[in-house]
């Protein structure tokens, strides 16, 4: 390709060494064939890799920790991929409480290294995410209640335009780019290359808890978990995963910010829920206790099978109907590794007002995602009908969906994603990226003045 613009930065066209591994994501599904990828290595790899693709009118994506869930985000066939992830460098400020984090890196890594420090930064339930991504969307988790979510702490970002401009976001610069960057969703405004997060003191000691039932007790554990996670004490965040009936288990997980003899009481209603196969309650220093939840794995990470996840808010319990509806999806997957997840919302995530910043969901009880997992794809249609048509039904129970966790099968996605926070969004993508360059599935659609 002749231009005028030249590639810089680690640069890898399809047929180049390294191909292959290149353009592999954690979740196989969404696996393509871009043109070309570009590892930055600093900002103006960034600037010149959209000068080259406007000048060649190529298809942008980019990326930093390649987990996004659906296809067509982060990857697009015959594109350019700007590429994050070797950017990478961590600084922190004690005396300002800040960290300034490049937008390659991880969650684990980063958080782990915050808590060596004596700093807590939320996390969700895997290390190998990219903070570039989750921060854009929410990033939920358990410390969700105690601290908010990843995106309540961003209080500064740096980030490249599409054309080329550096700008920077924060309470007294572009503080419009600043609210649409904390929920609006990844991709949509311009590359960020630098977040700074307002960090929390760590609690020296915290508490974490697993619990196992036999299957046959799904509706057991969950109406006690449903009945009392939403309201328990705000320090305490806490997963439940119903496993397909194939593999078998139920199991309930958390971090507690508190003694454990403080927690063994917190627990009562859910230990006596059902006969659990195994209690687990240890109390760790904070950053053992991070370490305990998200062990360290291989980065990037990649997923053994393709997956499609979809995702919704609960702003109430759950009736039977819908109960009968999950235990459904879960008898009729084949995937052992298929779930029904939960996490309780409530406590700091539920403070701000739903228009404060973009992330619009902040009456819920709790999250819940479900996914259906396969490796042969005459299987794919059959997974790919069963999320969704437990969508449809569950759908009179539950609101809107989680950005972070998108399904391309919502068509109305502006207000499930964004509630009424979705037009200011529009008005947003209008003034950072008015030609709509950045365009990809359910991409903001920018709404001029
Ligand atoms: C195993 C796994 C566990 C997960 N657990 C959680 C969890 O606990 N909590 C939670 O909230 N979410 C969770 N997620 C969802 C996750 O937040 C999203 O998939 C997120 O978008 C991933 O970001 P990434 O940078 O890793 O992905 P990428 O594939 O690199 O990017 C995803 C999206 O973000 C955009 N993006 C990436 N980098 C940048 C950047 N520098 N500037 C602007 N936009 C960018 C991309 O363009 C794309 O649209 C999980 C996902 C997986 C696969």
Redesign the pocket.
Known sequence: MKSRHRLTGRVIFRGDPGYDKARK???PFVDTFPLVFVFAQETRDIQNALSWACENNVPI?????????DKG??EVKDGIVID?SEMKRIRFNRKKGIAIVE?GSNVGPTVKALAREGYMLPF???P???????T??????LLQRSIGL?SDNLIGLK?VDADGNLIQADHHRNEDLLWASRGG???NF????EYVYKLHKAPEKATVFEIDWPWDQLETVFKAWQNWAPDVDTRLGTILELFSKKNGTLRSTGLFLGHKDELEKLLKPLKNAGSPTKVFVKMFTYPDAVDYLIPTQKIP?R?DANKKFSSNWAQDLLPDEAIKVMRQFLEESQSEDTNFFFLNAGGALNQPSPNETAFYWRNAKFYMEWNASWTDRSDQARNLALVEETRLRLKPFVEGS?V??PDQFIRNFGPAYYGTNFDRLQRVKAKYDPRNVFQ?PQSIPPKYY
């Open positions: 994501n954690w979740n994506r980019f990326r930093s920790g390649r987990h996004a869930l985000l982060s994050v937008t969700g339930d895997s190998t995410v990219g903070v570039g991504g989750i854009m969307g929410g990033g939920i988790g990843i980030m969703g990844g991709g311009g590359v960020n290359t990470g997923a989680y972070n966790v990809f």
